[in-house]
């Protein structure tokens, strides 16, 4: 009897252990297969990060046209009705894209169109960047980069994204979109400037009409530490070459023909690259990967960084920090980083180590900016030739706190891009 107990309590055992690891091995299979769900996303975003994206390549400013027409800026861009407008955006359906070429009367059309939410990025985004930005599947050909993205609320069921460096138009069908819920979003929205698009030089521009009240702001400046670039660019300290030239740092490793300088004076770290063995990404939105690649590997703060510009079809890139929609320049001798790459996709890569922190009281009263057409006067008078410039645009000057040299100051002014880079408009008066 007891030898028949021992036989009954084996064999339970023994179906127990069979069933869990039955079990095991299914929830094994399971784990597994969740997992090559998740590490096999669509293109774009095994391409950039993204998280990476909702910081650095979200809007910048936000238009809102009132039923009547009257458009103004949003001057809170990390407001929570933001959010919510952008969650209605992700639970929406977008489809049936048409792309055209348009005039500058089209594309002001577009800009001006009446009840609608406009998204407005400081210079062209693939479309692929929204889709993952949004969850959207919108389809992509070589005319679908875009730097407005126009969300009429009037129940036409419409979207447009702009193209104002091309001037083209991409109309979308906009489903599953609670209209009226996203306007009233927008109708509490804070913003107090006045602005309009007025054709200028073959572009259709975002002009301010009226003068520009722009409070001054204060901030405790972070201060990174360039070894911090080092280890995450180059690799252990000890593995590397250190030299000094010209009161400059340079960290070298010989095995993949990389380096950093370190610039004390400017406050920059500059990584450059040298491998014939590189090839030069063959699209815009590859040549932003790359970058943004990089830039995950340092692993910097991008609450207030945001795409700036880029130039010779993404060669060169530029990423600024934003204060409630403005850039600010002068933070480092071309931006909060700058990239560049060359014919063979070799990366010159310019980091700022300073980052700007917690905010601090400023008292200064508010800085009145004149209107886009006061400053085209300004120029005109000067004998400034359209010739001679590319773009203006109000911004903030970051300027060292006289009274702590651990805070910076964000001046509002007008800045002018030149064909030798920015500067204030002022500056530029003067030094003529």
């Known amino acids: 009897m007891r030898n028949k107990n021992k036989f009954i309590q084996s064999s339970v055992l023994s179906v127990l252990l069979f069933i869990a690891v039955a079990i095991s091995v299914a929830l094994t299979c399971f784990i597994f297969s969740s997992f090559g769900k998740r590490e096999a996303p669509d293109q774009a975003t095994a391409q950039q990060p993204e998280q990476q994206l909702f910081e650095v390549f979200r809007p910048t400013q936000y238009v809102v046209t009132k039923a009547s027409g009257k458009q103004q800026l ?22 049936d894209s048409k792309t055209k070429q348009a005039t500058l009367s089209e594309i002001k059309k577009v800009l001006s169109l009446k009840k609608s939410q406009i998204f407005r990025y400081p210079d062209v985004i693939p479309m692929s960047f929204f889709n993952t930005r949004y969850s959207q599947n919108v389809a992509t050909n070589k005319n679908s980069n875009f730097d407005y993205f126009v969300l009429p609320l009037d129940h036409s069921n419409k979207g447009y994204f702009v193209n104002t460096k091309t001037n083209y138009i991409t109309t979308v069908s906009i489903k599953k979109l609670d209209t009226n819920s996203v306007w009233q979003q927008v109708n509490k929205l804070p913003k107090n400037l006045t602005i309009d698009f007025k054709s200028y030089n073959g572009r259709v521009m975002l002009n301010y009409p009226k003068k520009l009240a722009l409070p001054v702001y204060s901030y405790l ?29 340079i960290y070298t ?24 063995k590189n090839k030069l990404p063959k699209s815009y939105s590859d040549r932003l990967n790359t970058s943004i690649s990089q830039i995950n590997l340092v692993q910097s703060d991008l609450t207030d960084t945001r795409f700036y510009e880029s130039q010779e079809d993404g060669k060169k890139i530029t990423f600024r920090t934003y204060v409630e929609g403005f850039p ?10 700058h990239m560049t790459m060359d014919k063979r996709g070799n990366l010159t890569s310019t980091y700022s180590l300073n980052e700007i922190g917690v905010p601090v009281p400023n008292r200064q009263a508010k800085v009145v900016l004149p209107s886009t057409a006061e400053v085209m006067k300004q120029l005109t008078e000067a004998g400034v030739k359209p010739t001679e410039y590319n773009f203006i645009t109000p911004g903030y000057e970051w300027l060292i706190n ?23 408009v002022s500056s530029f008066l003067k030094a003529r």
């Open 74 to 95: 949003v001057t809170n861009t990390t407001d929570e009705k933001i959010k919510k407008i952008g969650n209605a955006l992700t639970n929406s359906q977008i489809t």
């Open 221 to 249: 400046v972070n201060h990174r530490d360039p070894k911090t670039y080092v280890s995450a660019l180059l690799g252990t300290i000890n593995q590397l070459t250190i030299t000094e030239e010209n009161n400059k740092t």
């Open 253 to 276: 490793n010989k095995i993949n023909n990389q380096k950093i300088i370190y610039d004390p004076n400017w406050e920059t770290v500059t990584f450059e690259e040298n491998n014939p």
């Open 328 to 337: 600010v320049y002068f933070q480092s001798e071309s931006g909060a980083i």
């Open 402 to 424: 006289q009274d702590s040299q651990a805070a910076v100051n964000m001046q509002p002014t007008w800045m002018i891009e030149t064909h030798t880079g920015w500067q204030s």
